[in-house]
């Protein structure tokens, strides 16, 4: 998935310092939204597998566990581009964004 740089390169031109404290600004909102975004996943994560493991329907089980597969694959692209957003704040700015 390919996100566009317009959401997370701050910017390289010689903007005004407004500009760039917008850009930075929009950075770590989509940053920050990014993160509750796997947090929320993660705790979906946690709940399909307890009601998975709960559930004595075969049929529900196999569409739960369906669900978990698909709320992983989640997790681990959210991981993905919150890593790709840090190698772009360290080559930016010389900074680490706060990782999960």
């Given at each position: 998935?390919?996100?566009?740089?317009?959401?997370?390169?701050?910017?390289?031109?010689?903007?005004?310092?407004?500009?760039?404290?917008?850009?930075?600004?929009?950075?770590?909102?989509?940053?920050?939204?990014?993160?509750?975004?796997?947090?929320?996943?993660?705790?979906?994560?946690?709940?399909?597998r307890?009601?998975a493991?709960?559930?004595r329907?075969?049929?529900?089980?196999?569409?739960?566990?369906?669900?978990?597969?698909?709320?992983?694959?989640?997790?681990?692209?959210?991981?993905?581009?919150?890593?790709?957003?840090?190698?772009?704040?360290?080559?930016?700015?010389?900074?680490?964004?706060?990782?999960?």
């Amino acid at each position: 998935m390919t996100i566009p740089a317009v959401l997370v390169e701050p910017s390289q031109s010689h903007g005004t310092a407004r500009d760039r404290v917008q850009d930075q600004t929009l950075y770590d909102w989509v940053a920050e939204e990014l993160v509750d975004a796997l947090d929320i996943e993660k705790q979906l994560t946690r709940a399909l597998r307890r009601m998975a493991r709960a559930t004595r329907a075969a049929d529900v089980r196999q569409a739960l566990a369906w669900h978990l597969g698909t709320a992983r694959d989640r997790v681990d692209l959210l991981r993905g581009v919150l890593s790709d957003l840090d190698r772009v704040a360290a080559d930016a700015h010389g900074d680490i964004i706060a990782s999960v």
